[in-house]
């Protein structure tokens, strides 16, 4: 699970900086052509992107950070749903799953109990 998780982490920070970068440069490029043309002081431009640029690198660390915590709920979620099943493996009939964050893992706890209430019935009869 971590190979995916790191291999998730790095596409994602890869994508977002690169989609960042380009967006920056192309705009910087194309209103620093402006400002020249309509002769415009470019320090304000500069000033401008130099604001941006730290923003921009205030936000990316936050969003790594909610992408992490994000990605490490998934992974809670999946091993909570993985000791669920391998209990109703074990026909412990009366296991219960409780999704904290994601409500598709609710969803597929409530289609695992109709099977196993048909499973528990079905070992009643043959007993």
Known sequence: MKKIKEKLLTRFAFILGGALFITLLASYMLLK????????A??????????LLLFTLV??????????????????EILSF?????????????????????????????S???IIKRLHNKDKKKK
């Open 112 to 114: 695992f109990k109709n």
């Open 82 to 110: 993985q000791n669920y099943i391998d209990k109703i493996d074990q026909k412990d009939y009366e296991a219960t799953f409780k999704a904290k964050y994601f409500q598709e893992f609710l969803l597929l706890s409530v």
């Open 42 to 51: 470019v320090e304000l431009l500069n000033a401008l992107y130099i604001r």
């Open 59 to 76: 936000l990316l660390p936050l969003a790594f950070y909610l992408y992490k915590k994000t990605v490490d709920k998934l992974q809670d």
């Open 33 to 40: 052509s402006f400002f020249i043309e309509q002769n415009i």
